[in-house]
């Protein structure tokens, strides 16, 4: 697999490492190329979209996945969800999250850590933005947690070019 190129781009974010292809077998036919998918396709689709399910683990390893609502800001998705659902019971086992957006036709991955948040002003702004995308407050009551996920790992294609726009994306992340 060829090394991924850096990227110097200042329209790509900072903490940006690399950008290339995708890791994946030879058969699937990923060709190196000078250009790749930019992050600001991700982003728009990150922003734009109204469910994102997340992907979590059960301590007995077992995957678990469910739709949620939330938002893209910053450079991160947040979401909310109850401790004592399945995602909240796993999320305090193991940090460890997969995103994916509801499209394979125009396919956006993450991966990273939910990372709860706590700041009461945070808090604060982001039922402020949860409000206006969904027109409900985001759930802040005891038993309840707000997750932040910066993306380690995100891919993205389009079913009309694949696998000519196959891009992924590393990322320097300190969680």
Excluded: Q
């Amino acid at each position: 697999m060829p090394k991924a190129k850096t990227v110097p781009d200042k329209k790509e974010p900072t903490n940006l490492i690399r950008v290339g292809l995708p890791h994946v077998p030879a058969e699937y036919g990923l060709k190196p190329r000078k250009n790749y998918l930019p992050w600001s396709h991700a982003e728009k689709r990150l922003a734009s979209s109204r469910n994102y399910w997340i992907c979590t683990s059960r301590p007995d390893g077992r995957p678990h996945s469910m739709p949620v609502w939330g938002f893209w800001t910053n450079g991160a998705l947040y979401f909310g969800t109850g401790r004592s659902t399945r995602k909240g019971k796993n999320l305090a086992h193991n940090k460890a999250v997969s995103v994916h957006l509801e499209s394979g036709d125009d396919a956006v991955i993450l991966e990273g850590n939910a990372v709860e948040v706590n700041d009461k002003p945070m808090l604060k702004k982001l039922d402020e933005a949860y409000r206006a995308k969904y027109k409900t407050p985001l759930l802040i009551a005891p038993g309840s947690a707000v997750y932040c996920v910066h993306p380690r790992i995100a891919w993205a294609w389009t079913e009309k070019n694949y696998p000519n726009d196959a891009t992924r994306w590393e990322f320097k992340v300190s969680d």
